[in-house]
């Protein structure tokens, strides 16, 4: 191996399937490793991409290289959210992590709204999102004030109770709170991620975003010229933990905040808005 050359995406990937065989004292600091060294890969291809953009001649690689690697990385990204989250995208179900990892055609790259959605610049969610007939469904959680009409219907236990709900196709949606008897409910898919109003009408039926349930502070400083974030995160227990978060504007510190509340706390993801603070 050529230690001045980069190592390209499968060699990369070849990583995660050898880092899963290690024993598991091992396998968490070297993940944690393999991590911060994607990180830096995808810092760098961004410096690379922002010189291209401005124009600047004195940085050589850039252009079309500079795309090349950020396809290249986002690829990555794509195959380890896969691999960490368990699941394919169309006409698949959300699973463990594999064992092997399955062969991918073109057609499922092309087809894919998870590599869609990274190539957007999104950060991939750490659970897969509603389904919409068998697709994955980023867009309803991703926004916030549309209303969907939907093919929904409730499903009842022998006792006349709600047992769940089925929209889109999706079997998988919780009923948190039944508003209105055959009417409106509360619900949320697989107990994870934003809250909905279902409203079931004779014609149709609709999808609607609940509004956030908390707030929470996102704190800026500046030190030196530097602009930090830090997420104010008030537990239940009545403790307040700091949360550092990379991003150098406050949409980017919101997104972060965003992300760390979908891997820490998923049942509450979606429904915190942010309080910015200087």
Known sequence: MNDDVPLDADELMNFVERIDQLPAADAKWVNALFQECLRARMHEAELMSAAADSGDAGAPGTGSEAQLAQVTLDAAEWLKTMWNVGYMGAGSFP???????????????LKS???????????????????????????????????????????????????????????DWHVVQEVARDQDYVVQHRRKGPLFRLHLDPMLASLRREAPRWIRQIRRQERGGFSSYTLEWLHEDGRLQSVPLRATTWERAESEAGYWIATTCPEMYGQVSFERVE
């Open 95 to 109: 699973s463990q992590p594999r064992s092997a990892f399955p062969q991918i055609e073109l057609e499922d790259v």
């Open 113 to 171: 709204a998870l590599f869609a959605r990274i190539r957007e610049g999104k950060r991939p969610l750490p659970f897969p999102p509603p389904t919409r007939n068998g697709l994955p469904w980023h867009d309803l959680v991703d926004s916030r004030e549309e209303t969907h009409i939907v093919a929904a219907e409730i499903v009842l236990n022998e006792d006349g109770s709600v047992a769940t709900a089925i929209i889109e196709s999706c079997p």
